[in-house]
Structures are given as structure tokens and as C-alpha cells.
């Protein structure tokens, strides 16, 4: 268990979106750290079944997924296919579940760019 930082919890609820082979090695890897609390794959996989908990909730689902989140306290979410990042799986989610302010909303592009030459 990792130790507590300032008496909180540096713990963390994950959600792995999707149920092929490349979200097992996914949540394979999350689950070496013992940061993590508690695993769930959605849909899974019985690779992900032997890992963590597997929910019935399909990758296009945006507002079941986001209402999982919601309710399991999700810290994390790793999206694995192409399909749900295309239509708009993080926004539903920043709509649903995050709280930002307009400074942390939105980063100009040309921020982002200079950033990463200097990086």
C-alpha cells in the first residue's frame, strides 16, 4: 500500500475502456502498482477478469461510463480503442465527472507546441 502523503490517500481507482488484447496488457501494467486501488475494464476481457473487476458497460456507452466513473471515484481512466476517443469519450467525460477552470479548460495549441521543442 503506498503510504499517505499529508493524511491522504495516494491510492487510486482506474477504469480501462475496452476489451481487447492490448487492455489486458494495459491493466497488467497498471496493476504492478501499488497505487492502485481497485481495477475495472469495461467491457474486459477474461484476461482483465483475472486482474480486476470487469463491468458490462460498452466502450460507446459515454454517459454509462461516465456514471460509473462518477459513482466508483475514479481517479484515472485509460481509454484503449480509437473508436470512443474519436467520438468525444473526453469531453463527456469533463462534462460529466471534472470540475475545471476556464484557465485549466483550454491550452492554446501554440503553447502545447512550444512546450514540446523545449522539452
Do not use: Y
Request: hydrophobic letters at 40%; a neutral charge; aromatic letters at 6%.
Amino acid at each position: 500500500m503506498a503510504e499517505p502523503v499529508n493524511g491522504e490517500s495516494l491510492q487510486v481507482n482506474i477504469l480501462v475502456v475496452g476489451g481487447g488484447d492490448e487492455n489486458t496488457l494495459s491493466s497488467w501494467k497498471l496493476r504492478q502498482s501499488s497505487r492502485v486501488e481497485d481495477l475495472f475494464c469495461a467491457p474486459g476481457n477474461a484476461g482483465t477478469a483475472a486482474l480486476g473487476t470487469n463491468v458490462p458497460i460498452l466502450p460507446n456507452d459515454f454517459e454509462g461510463l461516465a456514471d460509473f466513473a462518477r459513482k466508483q471515484r475514479i481517479g484515472l481512466t485509460v481509454v484503449g480503442p480509437d473508436d470512443p476517443l474519436a467520438l468525444g469519450i473526453v469531453d463527456e467525460f469533463q462534462n460529466a465527472i471534472c470540475e475545471f477552470s476556464a484557465r485549466q479548460r483550454r491550452r492554446p495549441a501554440s503553447n502545447l507546441r512550444r512546450f514540446s521543442r523545449n522539452n
